[in-house]
């Protein structure tokens, strides 16, 4: 089955312990990216990847990290976690920029 | 730049009305434009996308929209609104060549019995 995974779905931490959400897709697509949704916002695109090794920032990057080392991985690192972090996360593949993009179920993130 | 405006933040409608849920966007080059939907709990997925091969698209679950350049407007449409349609709708957009994909805030529709 053609899907995104996250893990994990939920996590709660506390400020400045470094966490990775993971993010895998398994339909080879080359385009990946990084969501946060916060109410009344709507989807904020954080980073993304056109690429194995090529990654780039989105409209809110700050706080974040990527990486992206193989084709169907596309980890978000939060090195020191802060409550304005608190939110609820996408992963999202694609075959390029343009396309449509397929979601992962999402991580809702706690930071105390 | 790219930019997206949801007119309405939370749309009602009875069962069977019209549904129709506003988009503008703002772009200097053909913009590539998407609706998803958001059902509770879970991830996005795409309703409808337009990318110039027709200026009115149709998408599942009987949802189309028409792509009006003069007005910078994508708006969502649907005929008659079934309860199972109850969801948060995004509009987005993308151009080619800048790999950026932005939303809009949202618009969450309620479905009245």
């Known amino acids: 089955e053609a899907q995104v995974t996250q893990n994990p779905r939920y996590l709660i931490t506390v400020t400045g312990k470094k966490l990775t959400v993971t993010c895998s897709q398994n339909?080879?697509?080359?385009?990946m990216s990084w969501y946060r949704q916060d109410p009344g916002l709507g989807l904020r695109q954080i980073y993304y990847?056109?690429?194995?090794?090529?990654?780039d920032k989105g409209d809110v990057p700050e706080g974040y990290k990527v990486s992206r080392k193989e084709k169907r991985n596309f980890p978000l690192i939060l090195e020191s976690p802060s409550p304005n972090q608190t939110s609820l996360y996408f992963c999202?593949?694609?075959?390029?920029?343009?396309?449509?993009?397929?979601f992962g179920p999402g991580t809702r993130l706690l930071v105390l | 730049a790219q930019s997206v405006t949801q007119l309405g933040s939370h749309v009602s409608v009875s069962e069977g009305a019209l549904v129709l849920l506003r988009c503008n966007y703002s772009s200097s080059v053909p913009p590539y434009l998407f609706w998803y939907v958001q059902y509770p709990n879970q991830g996005l997925q795409l309703l409808l996308k337009y990318t110039s091969a027709a200026t009115l698209v149709k998408g599942i679950n009987g949802f189309e929209a028409e792509f009006k350049k003069s007005e910078t407007s994508f708006h969502l449409t649907k005929p008659s609104a079934h309860m199972s349609d109850a969801a948060e709708y995004f509009c987005?957009?993308?151009?080619?060549?800048?790999?950026?994909?932005?939303f809009g805030t949202g618009t969450r529709l309620k479905v009245l019995a």
């Open positions: 339909m080879n697509h080359e385009y």
């Open positions: 987005a957009v993308s151009t080619y060549g800048t790999y950026k994909y932005i």
């Open positions: 990847s056109m690429n194995v090794e090529v990654t």
């Open positions: 999202a593949s694609s075959l390029g920029g343009k396309e449509t993009q397929y």
